[in-house]
């Protein structure tokens, strides 16, 4: 793995995407077996990308069936290629789930724990609204959204090297590509009946943030 961090390239085929997975899951980990159902439940991930955590999780969680998704389907054969190798029986095949477009979401179908983990800061707010209306139809009674990644404090950057992350991130002129606030997702929340139920402060000055029904 990287000893260093390769230059910002949010593909997620991309060695930085490779770095800041390696370099966050046992962190992500440590949380999530606080918090994942005990009993047997499926899990959904939003924007799977390489589908390099579902994997990850899948081997410490053999109870969890993990269903990755992405609304990129270029991506789906990379995902399934990868749970080919990994001979684990609990990954699903990987569906293509797109944020922002309804007629995507599952339907009939019920999660215990949906996750989503390095994704808003890389895409326009209006994804953090798609985020919580697919959580709020789809959660199961009890269930809750996880949320990984940098995020402005309500205002506050959480340390210097994430301003300056933010205007990096600003500079490439990619519509939408910012820190978001919480306080923004709390307001998305709000609106589809969703609440913030936990913040845990993470390495590198990233947030767990834990939503459910309100």
Known sequence: MYSERPPLDPHPLSPYMA??????????????KGVFPRDKSDVLEFAAGSGMHAHYFAQHFAHLTFHPSDSDEDLLPHIEERTRQSGLSNV??????DLTQPETWPAGEKFHAIYCI????????????????????????????FIYGPFLDYGRFASDFDEEFDRLLRSTGEEGWSLKDIAELDRAAGRH???????????SNDFALIYRRA
Do not use: H, K
């Open 92 to 97: 699903a095949r990987p569906r293509r789930l």
């Open 118 to 145: 390095n994704v808003c800061q890389v895409a326009p707010v209006s994804i953090v609204g798609g985020i919580m209306a697919c959580s709020s139809r789809i959660l199961a009674d009890g269930g809750f959204l």
């Open 193 to 203: 009946g969703m609440r913030l139920d936990d913040e845990i402060d993470m390495p």
């Open 19 to 32: 770095w800041t997975g390696y370099r966050n899951r046992d962190a992500i980990l440590d949380v999530l």
